[in-house]
Nanobody, 123 residues
């Protein structure tokens, strides 16, 4: 089992920065083997992938955040990060951490999810 806890959300002005963290814990897994991702859901909209980082270290980003957001992981600390720069009001959403142990999966099918952390970007 894998438990995920997000932190670092808050209120920031247009153009500001935040760093989100996702801490993983539990039993019967090795953190470095997890595929992980950040998703977000804004009010009235569907959940969307923001960024993913796989066990081998490769990454994917949504087009809307490329050049502004960076996903990384510290396997020794069992933690994934999302550095968000040049934030825009349209980035306002609840951000969720997700993870999975299975190879070759779609990121939307990840098994484990955190409860989310709210990011609000004011104009």
């Amino acid at each position: 089992q894998v438990q995920l806890v997000e932190s670092g959300g808050g209120l920031v002005q247009d153009g500001g920065s935040l760093r989100l963290s996702c801490a993983a814990s539990g039993s019967s897994f090795i953190f470095r083997m997890l595929h992980m991702g950040w998703f977000r859901q804004a009010p009235g909209k569907q959940r969307e992938l923001v960024a993913a980082i796989f066990s081998g270290g490769s990454t994917n980003y949504a087009d809307s955040v490329k050049g502004r957001f960076t996903v990384s992981r510290d396997n020794a600390m069992n933690t994934m990060y999302l550095q968000m720069n040049s934030l825009k009001p349209e980035d306002t959403a609840v951000y969720y951490c997700a993870a999975d142990l299975r190879p070759g999966i779609r990121v939307d099918d990840m098994n484990y999810w955190g409860k989310g952390t709210l990011v609000t970007v004011s104009s």
